[in-house]
Structure formats: structure tokens, C-alpha cells
């Protein structure tokens, strides 16, 4: 298995792709921030967002992963940046099933993906001032059993490695460190399998 990623540096953001077969594809994203301060040392590409009633400033991370926890693609974004808008990138084209939480849910992105074949459980996103019935917070519990697998990578990284914040100027440092951390992650995912061989 192949643990050396290639990185691409498209011109709004930093792009890693680590390319493996697999049947199920999983996308999340996380924030590394510094959450206080608007004004900070880390540079004019790193912007703003709100998660539930906290503000963030600083960058997103943003991963494709396969279910046996294996990060294929990461994507390296502002905090601004909607986390629909780089899911195309996270993709690798292999996949029978697309996982994600309700942030990438997209009728448009389910036709695409439903008419090519590909099985998709992005959670359900109720509508402006309803609830989710009955039956789709049931399709979103059978969902998240798979799509929670998306969060070891993120433990790895964030408590074994220790990376909990930026610590360099700008998108394009950072990211360096993040792929790296990543392929890291995917080493430590596959300790098992690698202590076989």
C-alpha cells in the first residue's frame, strides 16, 4: 500500500490526494483555528465562520476517507469556504457509496451521484423551520454508524499528533503540515496490516 501522498496547489486552496481503491467514501471537515482573535498573526487568507453560537478564525480541513479509516484526499480551505463547495475534489471517482454529514447534502450532487451508480447516504437536512421525520432521522442514524469512522483520522491528528491549532502564516504552510499529519494518520491507521508484512 501506498502511504506518499501527491499534493496539487489549485489557485484558492491547497489540495492533497492520496488515491486508493475502496467501495465507500466518507467526507468531513474540521476547523484549526485561532477561535478569539480577528485580528492575528496568521496571515490575510485566513477568514471567519460561525459553528452553532462560536466564531472561528483560521482554516478548514477537509477529508476523504475510505471505511477502513484510510484518508485518501484532503482539502485545505479558509474558514469561510462552504464545506459543499470542495466536496467534487474529495472525490476520487472509485466509490459505490458517498457518506457525509448534512452540510454536504445537495439534491442536485444526489441525482449525479444516484445516476452513475453510486449509492448515496449524506444525511438529511430538514427544511427551513420543520423537523426531520420519523424516517429520514432513521436514515441518519444508520448513516452516521459509517460516517462517524470520517472522526479517527481527526483523533489521530488532534491527540496523538497534537495539532489543535495553525502555527504558521497563511493556507499554504499550514496545509503542508496538515498533509503531512494525515499520511501520518493513515501509517498509524494501517499499524496492523504493515506489522504483518
Known amino acids: 500500500?501506498?502511504?506518499?501522498?501527491?499534493?496539487?496547489?489549485?489557485?484558492?486552496?491547497?489540495?492533497?490526494?492520496?488515491?486508493?481503491?475502496?467501495?465507500?467514501?466518507?467526507?468531513?471537515?474540521?476547523?484549526?483555528?485561532?477561535?478569539?482573535?480577528?485580528?492575528?498573526?496568521?496571515?490575510?487568507?485566513?477568514k471567519q465562520s460561525k459553528k452553532g453560537n462560536q466564531w472561528y478564525f483560521g482554516m478548514k480541513v477537509h477529508i476523504g476517507t475510505d471505511t477502513q479509516d484510510c484518508v485518501h484526499s484532503v482539502a485545505v480551505t479558509d474558514a469561510a469556504t462552504h464545506d459543499s463547495a470542495v466536496m467534487e475534489e474529495l472525490l476520487h471517482g472509485e466509490e459505490t457509496t458517498i457518506y457525509g454529514d448534512k452540510a454536504y447534502a445537495s439534491q442536485e450532487k444526489k441525482e449525479t451521484a444516484e445516476a452513475s451508480g453510486v449509492t448515496w447516504r449524506v444525511s438529511r437536512k430538514a427544511k427551513r423551520g420543520k423537523k426531520l421525520n420519523c424516517a429520514d432521522r432513521a436514515f441518519n442514524r444508520k448513516s452516521n454508524r459509517t460516517h462517524t469512522k470520517v472522526e479517527h483520522a481527526f483523533g489521530v491528528v488532534k491527540n496523538l499528533w497534537g495539532y489543535r491549532r495553525v502555527r504558521y502564516k497563511g493556507i499554504a504552510k499550514n496545509a503542508a503540515q496538515v498533509f503531512t499529519l494525515f499520511a501520518l494518520s493513515n501509517l498509524y491507521m494501517a499499524r496492523k496490516k504493515l506489522a504483518v508484512l
Open 1 to 46: 500500500m501506498d502511504f506518499m501522498p501527491s499534493i496539487k496547489s489549485p489557485q484558492n486552496h491547497s489540495h492533497f490526494t492520496h488515491d486508493i481503491l475502496c467501495s465507500n467514501f466518507i467526507v468531513s471537515r474540521l476547523f484549526w483555528c485561532n477561535a478569539h482573535s480577528l485580528i492575528t498573526p496568521y496571515g490575510p487568507e485566513m
